[in-house]
């Protein structure tokens, strides 16, 4: 995907082991349409399939991470239409990528963009930075996990409130709730998530990938069995040259030579 004034999504390559997914709809407040869904899926697709990416970045701009979903597109739809929508296929695309995915927000993160946010494994916030699920402020409610996944980040009264007022929160309370891992400097963001991606990339992408699908099953999976797949993942990974690798290097004393395999 080349850079472009009418690209809605922008792919640049900070390192090259790191693609960064810059969101660019800013006369529409960079607004979630089913267009930039679709190129957002599209692009972590080609980077969790492309070997030498080990993470990813997602960006919005200065002072806005995404508003929301694209109101336009949405007010004249039905509920028939709605449901029909290839939008919860997008979703689950993007949710389905196995490499780590880091969030970079600055500005307000609102509606589909918390949503969009929290598909993402990590979150860095500028200290500006405001989330929200403003959804029930048009007499609708959030479509894509900005009540499910919410109330599994941040608890069951937090979202709550978030939810049914639809008033956001600071990047402090965001922090505090476990919303995001970190908080930096306004404009500090995504040069931050660019050396923690480069920092992740660095590491061993098998045991990257499976950490992540490990933490990830929380959202799936009764803790019994959450237990179980968490072991044998662990065990898996007892067969990788990556993990034969390591621990030579450990006892070695020396920085280990990842493959990937």
């Known amino acids: 995907m080349n850079p472009s004034d009418e690209a809605v999504l922008i792919v640049e390559a900070p390192a090259s082991d790191v693609r960064l997914l810059r969101l660019n709809r800013p006369d529409k407040r960079n607004a979630i349409s089913t267009a930039l869904l679709l190129a957002i899926a599209e692009a972590l697709e080609e980077g969790d399939a492309t070997e030498a990416i080990g993470c990813l970045v997602m960006t919005g701009g200065d002072k806005i991470f995404a508003a929301g979903a694209d109101i336009g597109e949405m007010a004249p739809k039905l509920a028939p239409e709605g449901l029909a929508d290839m939008r919860p296929a997008l979703w689950r695309r993007i949710r389905a990528i196995r490499k780590p995915i880091i969030a970079a927000v600055e500005g307000w993160c609102l509606g589909a963009g918390n949503e969009l946010m929290m ?5 860095v ?3 500006e930075a405001k989330f929200g699920q403003p959804e029930t402020n048009l007499g609708i409610i959030p479509g894509a996990g900005g009540g499910a996944t919410l109330a599994r980040i941040i608890g069951r009264s937090r979202a709550m409130a978030m939810v049914l007022t639809g008033k956001p929160i600071t990047a402090e309370e965001a922090l505090q709730f476990g919303l995001v891992a970190e908080i930096c400097d306004p404009g500090a963001a995504t040069g931050r998530a660019v050396e923690l991606a480069q920092e992740i990339a660095a590491r061993a992408p098998l045991a990257m990938q499976q950490g992540k699908a490990v933490v990830k099953a929380v959202f799936d999976q009764p803790h019994n069995a959450h237990l179980d797949f968490e072991r044998q993942a662990f ?3 007892f ?4 993990k034969k690798e390591g621990v030579a290097a450990f006892q070695e004393k020396r920085k280990p030579q990842w493959k990937g395999r």
Do not use: H, K, N, V
């Open 119 to 123: 598909c993402c494994d990590i979150a």
């Open 125 to 127: 916030a500028s200290r």
């Open 235 to 237: 065990s898996l990974l």
């Open 239 to 242: 067969s990788t040259a990556d």
